[in-house]
């Protein structure tokens, strides 16, 4: 409330003052509004949906965050530090060394074990899921854990053996629940036990392994099953991995607060536990971390593809005022011929302006909360399929609704009350007369000035960009020194040839700006993507703004030089070049968007080869199984179908790289797999590598180094993104320098990076020898991941799905190169979908802005419609002539953003920038139909006012205006 | 002969009277007030007259115009031009005979601001269908016979009053119609130029251009050859001179 306090109330007051003690120029700001009410419902909507887009953006960012911190409530419950342990032995230690610690210092110790396992239905054709986890833990211990029974997800009795507790998740997986049987395999051992429970997703009962899902698919069994297990296990399942022991550790305070003591009682911890072979993790706080980043990171994102259109909506905004300024002007010189000061102008154009602003921005607000709710629709479905899902639930925050509302009532204010203050520089009798302004000798000399200064500045950033590497200085600047020669210049030159010679100098600039300098581009960001198009959109409306008489003439010629409808609808857009640009910006900046991105999409679908060609390294099927019950490989290998497997052992390793930012949680260590290889996976090739240390002539010379020497490491481009999305803040190069560490038993290692994969999953593992692998990692380095090549003529995802079958029990999980190319490919073209149809919002502002436009320039030239009509112009004719100036001014906005929108693409797509090795290809279809859409879209718009202006007699016209 | 073809041969709508004015009836409704703007009003125009309409303000001087013109609908009586009756014609061919046979002189101009001198006169001719090129040259040479041979490419807002009245005028008459209408030409414009607009108008009526002229002004209405005066809404006098 303090926000819309201090930005929405205080910058309200002048207004509220003007309304409440200045009767005149209240009754000026609102008899328009009063009188002309479809009019200003169209302005409404011009508006208002700038401030949708914003609001929308903070709540698609408040539901991913909330929906990951729903995590802390459902998979950690009390739960702030898990500390993790070589063996139970070892968890018992820790427990009673933490229980002895000052009262108060932590609110309660757990211990749990826990493995991976799979776990079926009992009985004819199974269910079954192949990365359940079985824990063992005391309930009564576990109810009690932290202080709150309810957080804890724990009830009734601790299951004895033959019994097992079920969570929600794997309980609807399995179609199970109490009293049916389910079959449990770890360690090559099986065992059958009776559902006697069914547990929520809750707290302990929905314990996660850190933020990997939304999912927990937990089976809670009988203490001492985990060891019975192993103990029966047969010899070859003696080298998996021992199961997890842990101690789970409660912070005071409730299941969020607690976390803000963790890193002050994490350091506790470590001091008590110095010397003892455990790790303590920060489980609470990462997920925290984990949600905010992604939220921000969602919120930038929309906010930044949402920018487009919010621009939009303040060009509407200018260019409404200005018509109305402009329409005005006899009776606003009039008025300040019998005494309003210039000020009382300024302010019933203000007031009228705040008006639209408030009312816009409220009822934005509450469009944005649909807009929101829309989005979280659509980007459920999105985030409901792969491997890693998270469960959307629609969360708005009050605070950001009252930020969405601020800012877009800011926005919207600030556009109006400098506009004011512009149009409100009138000369009285010009005005009376509607004579034009000259601009005076003092105006041109400030402009001259202030071309200078932004010309020098222009150049000092380019310069500074240059050196500094600063990726917005070097785009923007050489814009800036454009504008600033264009205003000193034009005292000089001609002003057509001066404008178009600077706008397509800027215009090159613009595109090969990525070539010139690679380097400084090669970390694009959306806000550069934003940037540019604002930079090329606003260059080609002035070059084509300038030359407009030259379009103008050919569209005539091409029409007919007689056809009197297309003559009158190209003079209005040719000689109104102000108006005329602000639309043609309008419709260009927001085509220029959805066409960049509808091209990506395009050019993304159309690499499934390539990409599953880069990320399989010749192989055909990627199969995981239980590192605790891993496949056997002999029995993978005489599979029919099989022709090649390739063995590797993948774990979770932390890393920490002198390069990064040390965000991790655990003395700057972040958690990443690594997976060890054989000689046999680059036999066929090897995923594709981006970067290879000078030293490697080729691929097969990089993974045979790293083969062959323990210190070497292959990264991968996402290789420690930050906070599960996005590329890391500084991606690593060959020859960069890290440490992997395993954390249970402390034993580290310095790598150094001798190539980067461009293997396209962003969680692919940091690739090392199997024998450093194993010197790290020791028991927990099971072959738990094996690559498959096929026999020609079978079906590679036929067979994984045999493979699935056959090796159930040891949790196997086997799919095609191709089919989880195909599915990342897809989820990834959905995401575009759902950023073009935000997008499209910004559509609805520019044809908004249309309509709003052609409505009041029926107004504007009613005296000239009826002056037409006497002479001869047909009513049929003046419809028509309406439409075709709607027309030509949709069209060119449309081709403007369309063609920079693909010249940009086919530039970016072939620099270094770009990374990816992709041909390019125009979505013919996809844009024919966004073009013919909005197109007709904008005719749509004008129907009404061209069909309003055919209707307008003559006499009454002229009557009217006399 | 369809006054459609007619209207392509203008000189076969010479007939004698050229405008024929019977019983001209025109009220104005305002939700549940009326206003009798025309009564009855009966008048006939020669070919080649310059008649003066006057009157005092409100008294349906400019009304008469529009309906005498077709600009506007009348509620009784007829009105032929050429012999035809134009309030019985459809509002496509009403258009279409003004765009051949008539012209406008406003007293505000009413010049399209986003069209050149030029274009603005070549307007009424296109509209009637010549061709292009016919049309351009027909407004350059009316716009050099009023004397702004040297402005043709200004938009108005880059003129004078008084050229933006004679461009007006030259607008009306470049089709060469049969009436021109003009409605307080000089209204806006200066002593001097008044008088040479006016200067103009005469030596065009001179040459056989029927003029029907809204004025005030009673020296303009005394050089005309017939005075019509018209007050509250029926015509009170009607004289030759």
């Known amino acids: 409330m303090l926000l819309v306090l201090i930005f929405v109330l205080i910058p309200s007051i002048p207004f509220l003052c003007i309304i409440a003690f200045k009767p005149v120029l209240r009754r000026l700001a609102v008899r328009n509004a009063q009188r002309r009410p479809r009019e200003t419902m169209l302005v409404l909507l011009g508006s208002l949906l700038g401030t949708a887009i914003i609001t929308g953006s903070f709540i698609v960012g408040d539901t991913l965050e909330a929906s990951i911190r729903r995590s802390a409530y459902t998979q950690l419950g009390p739960v702030d530090e898990v500390v993790r342990t070589q063996s139970p032995e070892v968890a018992a230690g820790v427990e009673r060394t933490v229980r002895a610690l000052p009262a108060g210092t932590v609110d309660g110790t757990l211990r749990i074990l826990s493995v991976e396992a799979a776990v079926a239905t009992a009985g004819d054709n199974p269910k079954a899921e192949p990365?359940?986890?079985?824990?063992?833990?005391?309930?009564?211990?576990?109810?009690?854990?932290?202080?709150?029974?309810?957080?804890?997800?724990?009830?009734?009795?601790?299951?004895?053996?033959?019994?097992?507790?079920?969570?929600?998740?794997?309980?609807?997986?399995?179609?199970?629940?109490?009293?049916?049987?389910?079959?449990?395999?770890?360690?090559?051992?099986?065992?059958?036990?009776?559902?006697?429970?069914?547990?929520?997703?809750?707290?302990?009962?929905?314990?996660?392994?850190?933020?990997?899902?939304?999912?927990?698919?937990?089976?809670?069994?009988?203490?001492?099953?985990?060891?019975?297990?192993?103990?029966?296990?047969?010899?070859?399942?003696?080298?998996?991995?021992?199961?997890?022991?842990?101690?789970?550790?409660?912070?005071?305070?409730?299941?969020?607060?607690?976390?803000?003591?963790?890193?002050?009682?994490?350091?506790?911890?470590?001091?008590?536990?110095?010397?003892?072979?455990?790790?303590?993790?920060?489980?609470?706080?990462?997920?925290?971390?984990?949600?905010?980043?992604?939220?921000?990171?969602?919120?930038?994102?929309?906010?930044?593809?949402?920018?487009?259109?919010?621009?939009?909506?303040?060009?509407?905004?200018?260019?409404?005022?200005?018509?109305?300024?402009?329409?005005?002007?006899?009776?606003?010189?009039?008025?300040?011929?019998?005494?309003?000061?210039?000020?009382?102008?300024?302010?019933?154009?203000?007031?009228?302006?705040?008006?639209?602003?408030?009312?816009?921005?409220?009822?934005?607000?509450?469009?944005?909360?649909?807009?929101?709710?829309?989005?979280?629709?659509?980007?459920?479905?999105?985030?409901?399929?792969?491997?890693?899902?998270?469960?959307?639930?629609?969360?708005?925050?009050?605070?950001?609704?009252?930020?969405?509302?601020?800012?877009?009532?800011?926005i919207s204010l600030v556009t109006v009350v400098v506009t004011s203050l512009w149009v409100s520089r009138l000369n009285v009798i010009r005005a009376i007369r509607d004579l034009p302004e000259p601009e005076s000798h003092r105006q041109r000399l400030a402009a001259t000035v202030f071309g200078a200064l932004i010309a020098l500045m222009g150049i000092a950033l380019t310069l500074s960009g240059i050196s500094g590497e600063e990726p917005f200085s070097v785009l923007g600047g050489p814009a800036f020194a454009g504008l600033g020669a264009v205003l000193v210049l034009r005292r000089w030159l001609p002003r057509r040839a001066l404008v178009s010679l600077v706008s397509v100098g800027v215009l090159v600039w613009a595109v090969v700006v990525f070539e010139v300098f690679p380097k400084i581009f090669e970390n694009t960001d959306i806000p550069i993507f934003v940037e540019q198009g604002i930079i090329l959109t606003a260059a080609a409306v002035a070059l084509v703004t300038q030359n407009q008489s030259a379009i103008g003439s050919l569209l005539r010629r091409l029409g007919g030089g007689s056809n009197m409808s297309l003559r009158l609808g190209l003079a209005y857009p040719l000689a109104r070049r102000f108006r005329t640009g602000m639309i043609l910006t309008m419709y260009a900046l927001v085509v220029f968007t959805l066409t960049f991105i509808t091209v990506l999409s395009h050019l993304f679908e159309g690499q499934i080869e390539e990409f599953t060609r880069k990320a399989s390294g010749g192989f055909d099927i990627r199969m995981a199984s239980n590192p605790a019950n891993p496949v056997p490989v002999e029995e993978v290998r005489k599979t029919d179908g099989v022709d090649t497997v390739a063995e590797q052992a993948v774990v979770p390793g932390e890393w920490r790289s002198p390069a990064g930012d040390g965000e991790g949680g655990d003395g700057g260590y972040e958690g990443w797999p690594v997976a060890g290889y054989d000689?046999?996976?680059?036999?066929?090739?090897?995923?594709?590598?981006?970067?290879?240390?000078?030293?490697?002539p080729d691929e097969q010379a990089?993974?045979?180094?790293?083969?062959?020497?323990?210190?070497?490491?292959?990264?991968?481009?996402?290789?420690?993104?930050?906070?599960?999305?996005?590329?890391?803040?500084?991606?690593?190069?060959?020859?960069?320098?890290?440490?992997?560490?395993?954390?249970?038993?402390?034993?580290?290692?310095?790598?150094?990076?001798?190539?980067?994969?461009?293997?396209?999953?962003?969680?692919?593992?940091?690739?090392?020898?199997?024998?450093?692998?194993?010197?790290?990692?020791?028991?927990?380095?099971?072959?738990?991941?094996?690559?498959?090549?096929?026999?020609?003529?079978?079906?590679?995802?036929a067979l994984a799905e045999r493979l699935n079958g056959r090796f159930l029990a040891n949790g196997a999980d086997a799919d095609s190169f191709r089919k989880t190319v195909g599915e990342n490919l897809a989820q990834q073209t959905q995401f575009f979908r759902l950023m073009q149809g935000y997008l499209a919002l910004g559509l609805v502002v520019g044809i908004a802005g249309l309509g709003v436009v052609m409505v009041r320039a029926v107004r504007e030239r009613r005296r000239q419609i009826g002056v037409l009509r006497s002479l001869g112009f047909e009513s049929g004719a003046v419809r028509k002539a309406f439409i075709a100036e709607s027309a030509f001014v949709a069209l060119e906005g449309v081709v403007i953003g369309c063609v920079l929108a693909n010249l940009t693409a086919w530039r970016l797509v072939g620099s270094e920038a770009f990374g990816e090795d992709m041909a390019f290809g125009v979505p013919w279809v996809q844009l024919g139909l966004l073009v013919l859409g909005t197109f007709l879209a904008s005719l749509l718009a004008t129907a009404a006012p061209a069909q309003q202006a055919s209707k307008i007699k003559p006499a009454v016209a002229l009557r009217l205006a006399d | 002969?369809?006054?459609?073809?007619?209207?392509?041969?203008?000189?076969?709508?010479?007939?004698?009277?050229?405008?024929?004015?019977?019983?001209?009836?025109?009220?104005?409704?305002?939700?549940?007030?009326?206003?009798?703007?025309?009564?009855?009003v009966d008048l006939s125009v020669a070919a080649g007259e310059l008649v003066a309409v006057m009157g005092p303000s409100g008294s349906g001087k400019t009304t008469l115009l529009n309906c005498l013109s077709g600009l506007d609908d009348i509620d009784a009586g007829t009105v032929l031009i050429g012999g035809e009756s134009i309030h019985q014609m459809s509002d496509a061919r009403r258009t279409r005979h003004r765009a051949r046979a008539m012209g406008f002189v406003f007293q505000a101009f009413n010049l399209i601001p986003?069209?050149?001198?030029?274009?603005?006169?070549?307007?009424?001719?296109?509209?009637?269908?010549?061709?292009?090129?016919?049309?351009?040259?027909?407004?350059?040479?009316?716009?050099?016979?009023?004397?702004?041979?040297?402005?043709?490419?200004?938009?108005?807002?880059?003129?004078?009053?008084?050229?933006?009245?004679?461009?007006?005028?030259?607008?009306?008459?470049?089709?060469?119609?049969?009436?021109?209408?003009?409605?307080?030409?000089?209204?806006?414009?200066?002593?001097?130029?008044?008088?040479?607009?006016?200067?103009?108008?005469?030596?065009?009526?001179?040459?056989?251009?029927t003029l029907l002229l809204v004025t005030h002004d009673d020296e303009i209405g005394a050089s005309a050859g017939r005075r019509v005066v018209v007050r509250d809404g029926e015509v009170v006098s009607d004289e030759r001179q």
């Open chain 1, 702 to 797: 990089a993974y045979r180094a790293v083969l062959a020497d323990p210190s070497l490491v292959i990264v991968g481009e996402f290789f420690l993104q930050e906070g599960g999305g996005g590329p890391p803040e500084e991606p690593l190069k060959p020859g960069a320098k890290l440490t992997v560490r395993d954390a249970l038993s402390g034993r580290s290692r310095e790598l150094t990076v001798a190539a980067v994969s461009e293997g396209g999953f962003t969680n692919e593992p940091a690739l090392v020898a199997r024998r450093t692998v194993d010197e790290i990692f020791g028991p927990l380095a099971t072959t738990n991941t094996l690559l498959v090549s096929v026999a020609p003529g079978t079906d590679a995802q």
């Open chain 2, 114 to 209: 986003v069209f050149s001198a030029v274009e603005n006169v070549e307007l009424p001719l296109l509209l009637a269908g010549r061709p292009a090129k016919t049309a351009r040259a027909a407004a350059r040479e009316t716009l050099e016979r009023v004397g702004l041979g040297h402005r043709l490419d200004h938009r108005p807002a880059e003129l004078s009053g008084g050229e933006q009245q004679r461009v007006t005028v030259a607008r009306a008459l470049a089709g060469r119609p049969l009436l021109v209408w003009a409605d307080e030409p000089t209204g806006n414009l200066d002593t001097e130029t008044a008088a040479a607009v006016m200067d103009l108008l005469r030596e065009l009526n001179d040459d056989g251009l």
């Open chain 1, 131 to 410: 990365t359940a986890t079985l824990h063992e833990v005391d309930f009564a211990e576990a109810g009690r854990f932290g202080g709150d029974p309810a957080a804890t997800g724990v009830t009734g009795a601790t299951p004895a053996a033959g019994e097992a507790a079920i969570g929600a998740d794997l309980a609807r997986t399995l179609a199970v629940g109490r009293g049916d049987r389910v079959v449990i395999n770890a360690y090559g051992s099986r065992s059958e036990l009776t559902v006697v429970n069914e547990l929520p997703r809750l707290g302990i009962a929905g314990l996660g392994a850190g933020f990997q899902g939304s999912e927990s698919p937990n089976l809670f069994v009988a203490p001492g099953t985990i060891d019975r297990l192993r103990a029966e296990a047969p010899q070859a399942a003696a080298a998996a991995s021992p199961p997890t022991s842990a101690v789970l550790v409660s912070n005071p305070g409730n299941v969020i607060d607690g976390a803000a003591r963790t890193d002050e009682i994490k350091a506790t911890l470590e001091r008590a536990l110095a010397g003892a072979p455990a790790t303590v993790g920060p489980a609470k706080q990462d997920l925290l971390e984990a949600a905010k980043t992604n939220g921000d990171q969602f919120t930038e994102l929309f906010s930044s593809i949402g920018f487009f259109s919010v621009l939009a909506g303040i060009l509407l905004l200018v260019n409404i005022f200005v018509m109305l300024a402009q329409e005005r002007k006899t009776e606003l010189g009039m008025m300040r011929a019998v005494g309003l000061k210039r000020a009382g102008l300024v302010g019933s154009f203000a007031t009228e302006g705040w008006l639209y602003a408030l009312g816009a921005s409220a009822v934005g607000t509450i469009a944005g909360l649909g807009v929101g709710r829309l989005v979280v629709l659509v980007a459920a479905g999105i985030f409901a399929t792969g491997d890693f899902t998270i469960e959307l639930r629609y969360q708005a925050d009050p605070a950001s609704v009252q930020q969405g509302f601020t800012i877009g009532f800011l």
């Open chain 2, 1 to 40: 002969m369809s006054v459609d073809t007619r209207l392509d041969h203008p000189e076969t709508l010479r007939v004698e009277p050229l405008l024929q004015a019977t019983g001209v009836t025109k009220t104005y409704r305002t939700g549940a007030s009326s206003v009798q703007a025309l009564r009855q």
């Open chain 1, 679 to 696: 000689q046999a996976f680059f036999s066929r090739g090897g995923p594709a590598l981006s970067e290879l240390d000078p030293a490697y």
